[in-house]
């Protein structure tokens, strides 16, 4: 487990999408969804909003007509780490795709009012930080970001942001966190519980037999 | 201490604390289809591991598959390329991993959240995950069912469990009698209605009521389906006599086990001195058929009510319904009666049963789709659904109307497919998710119930469904 130090700390621009619920369709839509990668998701992130014309899985930014009114097409968001939004962003499907797709286009932190559940816990796992903030720090953060470009700072180990003179504490489990700074495989750590797994097994196997009729 | 079914169902699977404060949960069945399994197998190889318990991992290719196959149909038969290369990645996993798969060409494939419960792989009391967020509707046999994200998936698979947080529990109680039309499909899209799309993140919602009580197991899935769009991973019903009555019919378990599994059953209630943190109490005697007219589930309103107008919304709402309405063509529209519609879709993992077509079929009988509907279509959600239904001569029904009888699969409910919207199209829909460009890119989704979408299919408008 090696310490990624330069992950403690995001820094850089800050885009901002002004609505609710941006559900994971939004984030990349099923079209992409074909793929069988894990990377190379860049080019499809919002893609509804982003480009004009209809994509398809392999038809790169290039090839394609950009709405030029989309923030993430406009200079210097075009480069944003950081993401601001409304409420419950990424609710509805449970695609990890959406995730890789901001990953991919180089966001490192979303900040919400509130998050859809499988969402929030996909983006742990692809060191992408889901920040939680008050409606109210939401709302001053979109009129601080609004006139002139911004940039922001977050400090994953002090669990804070600041842009400009303003700073917000926000809250997130350590576990999680770490998830990100270590970049730690879930898959590794849960098998070194292997023998505890195995007694659970065999108990169940033998307390409630049905369960494993079908095997 | 009084417990809630949730927090039995967490008891019972519960394996360990982990040092991270999260806990690990034993996994019973996983479910895995095309779109989010290749990524999960490709980790599993590269750590060199197997499946954790084969017997546990059940799968089939719904997302992407074609609805018009006929008989000599096989995966080569797939026209998109990139399509075919996802259903011919999920056979390849399944063979050399030895996993139990329902390919395209069995009898027995369809959408996974409906061939789980009709094969009887799910049985009351397991924990249940699946790489889809409408997994939740296996939680209608009191069931712990959520979807994960691919990495979990891969998890899953290598060892046989999940790491989570304990959720918090929400309960829902629906009481009184549906009016003339009112099916499950309007009480939970009223309900999202009311509580909104983050009603329920952070809880397992359980569902119970006189309302619950009395319905179908399929009505039971359609209201656990659409936990998530309200959302809550977890949607739960305790198991009762009409479960256990389903499971009976369904699953293959012998008479000893079945009876001994039954009396297990039947102690998968909330105590009757649990609390929970949230409690909503719902008269659903006054409810009338719903329909949504945005772009969220949650913007949903009486099949004759009036659209919203942003100009006498709540300040932080006006914006959303302002882009909701624009994308969705309302235009000076008043009323949803008052929109014509090009296009009926039938099907998806919340209503393509067979309660779901018997409803449509006997709203249709002996009439015809409207002039102005390009196109309605009838996606049974598995190959037992469709038998059935043919056996009972729904699809003569359907067909005599001037519908499209199909093939099982996901299909218009989010368009990986061939079966999408061109844009502008707006669709009379039975799925569970109006984003925008989810039926295809620019495509406008009403959802309702499929009874109000089979007579939008005959009236080319939404009316009156009593």
Known sequence: ?215 | MPKTLYDKLWKEHHITTLNSGESLLYIDRHYLHEVTSPQAFEGLAKKDLTPWRLGANIATPDHNVPTERGDSFNMDSIDDEISKIQVVELDKNCNRFGIKQFDITSNNQGIVHVIGPELGYTLPGMTIVCGDSHTSTHGAFGCLAMGIGTSEVEHVLATQSLKVSKLKNMHVRFDGKPQSGVTSKDIVLYLIGKIGTAGGNGHAIEFSGSYIDSISMEARMTICNMAIEAGAKVGLIAPDKTTIEYIKEHSNLEDDLFNRAKDHWKTLVTDKDATYDKEIHIDISAIKSQVTWGTSPEMVVDFDANIPNPDNAPEEKKKNIQLAKEYMGIGSAEKLTDLKFDKVFIGSCTNSRIEDLREAAQAVKGKHIADTILEAIVVPGSGMVKLQAEAEGLDKIFQNAGFIWRDPGCSMCLGMNPDQLKPYERCASTSNRNFEGRQGNLGRTHLMSPLMAALTAINGTVSNPS
């Open chain 1, 1 to 215: 487990m090696k310490l990624q130090g330069n992950e403690l700390q995001i820094n850089g621009i800050i885009a901002s999408i002004d609505r609710d619920n941006i559900d994971t369709d939004q984030i990349i839509p099923t079209e992409y969804l074909k793929s069988i990668k894990k990377f190379g998701f860049e080019d499809y992130l919002f893609d509804g909003w982003r480009y004009l014309d209809d994509g398809k899985l392999g038809v790169t930014k290039d090839q394609r007509q950009i709405n030029e009114k989309f923030v993430l097409n406009i200079s210097p968001y075009d480069k944003a780490t950081i993401l601001l939004t409304r409420d419950n962003f990424g609710c509805g499907s449970s695609r990890e795709h959406a995730v890789w797709a901001l990953r991919d286009f180089g966001i490192k932190a979303v900040i919400a009012s509130s998050f859809g559940d499988i969402f929030y816990n996909n983006c742990f796992k692809n060191g992408v930080l889901p920040i939680q903030l008050s409606k109210e720090q939401i709302e001053d953060l979109f009129k601080l970001s609004q006139d002139t470009i911004k940039e922001i700072s977050v400090s994953l180990d002090a669990k804070k942001l600041s842009i400009g003179d303003i700073e917000y504490k926000f809250s997130v489990e350590d576990n999680l966190l770490e998830r990100i700074i270590y970049g730690l495989d879930d898959v590794d750590i849960t098998l070194q519980d292997k023998e505890l797994i195995k007694d659970f097994e065999s108990n169940r196997i033998k307390n409630k037999p049905w369960i494993f009729a079908n095997d």
